[in-house]
């Protein structure tokens, strides 16, 4: 469904979704459609233009940015490249040896297929057959954790080397003005 252009259908269905479920509170979800369904279908044709109206504001709304965009993905965060990659899991290295073998002995198979393959295969695998692969995901969470603490061990490194060296404080009490010798109260 298309979020550049409301039908007249959609706008009647928004509006008349409530009312129905409140009338019909055992209904399933495509039954309450059903019944919006029927109620369209009995519509008056002027009423029927009325939501062709509405429809056609929208799209009007919509291009000139009157309606604001209900779906902004969010922007992600631009990974350093001097990052670390992160660690691989037991998981894809079990999956990265056997969907090779696998596409070795079934060349038709689809890439989902595979996937779905390897991943039935891994939920079978045993402890035992899981290890070897276990094993490799445990010396790569190591090496990525040792590249982490020494990228960010270079990141204080350089934000401190950015940072200008504190000014020399000033003495702990300024010297205070010398006030004016009181003159002697008349007598």
Known sequence: MSCDRLTPFMLF???????A???HPNAAPHEISQIIAEQW?????????????????????????????PKKRKERKERDPKAPKSATSAYMYFSKHHRMLLKQENSDLTFGDLGKTVGAMWKA????EKRPFEELAAED??????????YRSLQADEQ?????PPAEEAEADPPKPEAPPEADPPK
Do not use: M, W
């Open 13 to 19: 269905f928004c509006e008349h979704k409530d009312a």
């Open 21 to 23: 479920q409140a009338a």
């Open 41 to 69: 279908k009995s519509l008056s044709p002027e009423k029927s233009r009325a939501y062709s109206v509405l429809s056609a504001t929208y799209t009007d709304q919509k291009k000139a940015g009157a309606v604001p965009n």
């Open 125 to 128: 695998a045993t402890p035992e």
């Open 141 to 150: 969470k190591n090496r990525y954790i040792n590249e982490l603490n020494d």
């Open 160 to 164: 401190s080397a950015e940072q200008p």
